[in-house]
């Protein structure tokens, strides 16, 4: 059993509204659970919360691995998962903004890669 706490509201608010000012409207943000690995070189899988939302074909992840500290992704498959460079935050609000940056700039990417 985990002992993280669950995201508060206000920070389920603060990840809310980035993602709607980000796309210009309203985005489902949806809480779950995910089991990962919290260090290296664990064995075991920890149930950590997580919020997950989908826009523009991406799938968003993040995770709360302790109090105030947050750790993300975005994947458009199993095969194309990338993260932001940086293992850890211990802002919400940077966590969301630096993943939304991310994946834009990688969505620009792909889009001129396809032309």
Same mark, same amino acid.
């Given at each position: 059993? +985990?002992? *993280?706490? #669950?995201? %508060?509201?206000? !920070?389920?608010? *603060? ?17 779950? #659970?995910?089991? *990962? ?6 064995? !075991?899988? %920890? +149930? ?19 109090? /105030? ?39 620009? %990417?792909?889009?001129?890669? /396809?032309?």
């Amino acid at each position: 059993m +985990s002992n *993280i706490p #669950d995201f %508060t509201d206000i !920070e389920r608010g *603060i990840v809310q509204q980035t993602v709607q000012e980000r796309y210009g409207k309203p985005v489902d943000v949806q809480s779950a #659970d995910a089991e *990962i690995r919290l260090f290296p070189d664990d064995r !075991e899988l %920890t +149930s950590v919360p997580v919020l997950y939302w989908e826009e523009r074909g991406a799938h968003f992840v993040i995770f709360k691995v302790g109090e /105030k500290n947050y750790r993300n992704q975005f994947f458009y498959s199993s095969r194309e998962q990338f993260g932001t460079g940086r293992e850890e935050y211990d802002e919400i609000g940077d966590c969301v903004i630096t993943l939304l940056r991310v994946q834009a700039d990688h969505e620009s %990417t792909r889009v001129i890669d /396809k032309d």
